[in-house]
């Protein structure tokens, strides 16, 4: 098993950013585990599954969904979906079908698998706390969620939505309520874990932070 950077955070912190940075300059592999949640969502949403159906219901579509993410795509069962998943909509059912027990293990293998062969940098809502507890090293990534809110806006509004500031805002709101409200692995800071708070600091900065603590750790 390789070494594991674990990032956590809330929805528009800037984790994926970051974490693509980081591996890029370490040469560890890079898992986006929030894009995995999303191709499971869009499987299940494109079998008629709703978040309220049973537990029988998801499992037997689980168990015919193939889901990976390499080089920087995500595939659902060999199709690459890694456009298709970023909608609002994807993002909204992949929170709430995240909060779904049978949807956490089946994920949890796959992503723990991602670090056997290589130095990983993995970001999500549960990597330093349920799915690498013993990560080398462990950060959590935080913003004001009026920074986040922008953010957010500024990304759908580059991929051509309509949405507004203020949706945005809702969006991120009920996001945050949503993992860190859940029973099963909701959204924390693991007590071992780096705080940073990137709410007026930039991308680069924010990089220079973690490679500190990364360079000065054995």
């Known amino acids: 098993m390789g070494k594991v950077i674990a990032i956590d955070g809330p929805s528009g912190a800037g984790k994926g950013t970051i974490a693509k940075l980081l591996a890029g300059k370490l040469g560890f592999s890079y898992l986006d585990t929030g894009a995995l949640y999303r191709a499971v969502a869009l499987a299940l949403r494109e079998k008629g599954i709703k978040p309220e159906d049973s537990d029988e219901k998801l499992k037997n579509t689980l168990s015919v969904t193939d889901v990976s993410f390499k080089n920087g795509k995500v595939s659902l069962n060999g199709k690459d979906v890694s456009?298709?998943?970023?909608?609002?909509?994807?993002?909204?059912?992949?929170?709430?079908?995240?909060?779904?027990?049978i949807v956490r293990d089946f994920l949890l293998d796959i992503q723990r698998n991602a670090s056997l062969h290589s130095d990983l940098v993995a970001e999500g809502r549960?990597?330093?706390?349920?799915?690498?507890?013993?990560?080398?090293?462990?950060?959590?990534l935080d913003a004001s969620v009026e920074e986040r809110a922008k953010r957010r806006y500024l990304q759908l509004k580059e991929k051509g939505s309509n949405i507004t500031e203020s949706e945005a805002k809702k969006d991120v709101v009920e996001r945050d309520a949503?993992?860190?409200?859940?029973?099963i692995a909701p959204l924390r800071k693991a007590d071992d874990a780096v705080l940073i708070d990137s709410s007026s600091i930039t991308i680069d900065k924010v990089l220079e932070n973690i490679m500190k603590v990364v360079r000065t750790s054995h």
Do not use: L, Q
């Open 83 to 101: 456009e298709e998943i970023r909608t609002t909509e994807m993002g909204h059912y992949s929170s709430v079908f995240s909060a779904r027990k």
């Open 126 to 140: 549960d990597m330093t706390t349920v799915v690498f507890p013993n990560a080398w090293k462990k950060f959590y």
């Open 178 to 183: 949503r993992d860190s409200g859940r029973d």
